[in-house]
């Protein structure tokens, strides 16, 4: 999928789901940011601090409860590295 339609499909369809919220929205924006930086490739390799600072996010909490419902959406897969010194690896879904 081109890398617009992919931004477009989010935007168009982030309403149908009531808990995607600006955190959600920061957080897509820094992996799709990310997503275009390695040339429209997935799987992105990313740092969750890297990730958090991208989307001014703070709590590591909010981080993970926002993957976890970008996730259950079907907006990305996210396949996290417990070791801090391993990328974990992010797709872009197609919606």
Known sequence: MEALEL?????ATVDEHPQIGTSHVGLYAAL?????LNVCHDPIMIRRQQVMELA??????????CMKDLCEARYIRYEGMKYPAKRSKVWLNPV
């Open 7 to 11: 931004l477009n499909a989010f935007f």
């Open 56 to 65: 001014k996010i703070r709590g590591i909490a909010t981080f993970h409860k």
């Open 32 to 36: 799709y940011y990310l997503y275009l």
